[in-house]
């Protein structure tokens, strides 16, 4: 099913996973899965591995898992970096074979002191091309605290318009950790006319190590309260951990309450952080989608 239908009256609660490593078993990635699916969410995506580039071969099998096994809707991360249209249309003809109907478009990471030696400069290049060549659901990528190669956020805003005005039927948001900056940010694609759900993503992060790393690669802010938490549990693995999910439970329950479209939990494969969380919040997104369906049918 298209995932974009997902959003006319309910607020959406999806995951992300990644593909094992390439020494792994792909068997690893389907017993969290399982674990997944019966958390009920709204749709899986499954990122492009690390690097990206023509090398992974698992992103597609793991989404036809999703599908036919799992039984929930998948989106496949499809990233255009160093690749050529020919290399784009035989991707789109395994994503047509496979049943795979919803995209998240990338332009993906350029490999640090490289070039992209592909046909497609931006996203919104690939996003104009898979709407030329195929009928699929595109999602897109957005960043709330701005893309780190953008100059600046009106610029960033404008960049993001494109995208939508290609033919994005969806955006993700990168992770934070403040929510303040996902409203303001919502302010401004409402001023640019950007008018697409919009999913916040949400990253429950259980060690120092990781936050330092996301901060670093994403250029997110990592607030003093986040830091303090970081700073009093980093020795106690059980309890940063356990600090972790409260603080994203605490992000969650903020985004519902603000009528948020959706939450787009990035798992990191990791089932049991998955289902704490659901377990706090999934009361939460059923009183708004049951009180969504009851306004809708007296309409």
Request: proline fraction near 4%; hydrophobic fraction near 40%; glycine fraction near 6%.
């Amino acid at each position: 099913m298209s995932i974009v239908d997902l959003f006319q009256d309910k607020t959406v609660f999806s995951f992300e996973v990644f593909p094992p490593q390439r020494n792994a078993s792909i068997e690893t990635i389907y017993d969290t899965l399982y674990d997944l699916r019966d958390l009920r969410p709204d749709f899986i995506s499954v990122t492009y591995g690390a690097g990206g580039g023509k090398n992974n071969v698992s992103t597609v099998p793991i989404a036809e898992h999703i599908n036919d096994i799992c039984h929930v809707p998948s989106v496949v991360h499809f990233p255009c970096v160093n690749q050529s249209k020919k290399d784009v249309l035989e991707k789109i003809e395994e994503l047509k074979a496979a049943g795979i109907e919803n995209i998240l478009a990338l332009r993906g990471d350029i490999p640090e002191g490289e070039r992209n030696q592909g046909d497609f400069r931006y996203a919104s290049d690939l996003i104009a091309f898979l709407r030329e060549h195929g009928d699929f659901n595109i999602s897109a990528a957005c960043y709330p605290e701005g893309h780190l190669e953008s100059p600046d956020k009106v610029e960033d805003i404008r960049n993001l318009k494109n995208k939508v005005d290609a033919g994005v039927n969806h955006l993700i948001s990168q992770l934070f950790f403040e929510n303040k900056h996902f409203y303001i940010f919502q302010e401004r694609c409402a001023l640019a006319g950007i008018n697409v759900p919009i999913e916040a993503g949400i990253m429950p992060v259980i060690n120092k190590r990781q936050v330092q790393k996301m901060a670093s690669l994403c250029g997110v802010n990592v607030p003093k309260k986040f830091q303090r938490i970081l700073e009093k549990y980093e020795d106690n693995p059980v309890a940063m951990r356990d600090a972790g999910i409260a603080y994203a439970v605490d992000q969650i329950v903020d985004l519902v309450t603000h009528g948020v479209d959706g939450v787009h939990l990035y798992t990191m494969n990791n089932s049991y952080i998955a289902r704490k969380i659901y377990k706090a919040t999934h009361s939460l997104f059923e009183s708004t989608n049951k009180g969504a369906k009851k306004a809708s049918s007296s309409a």
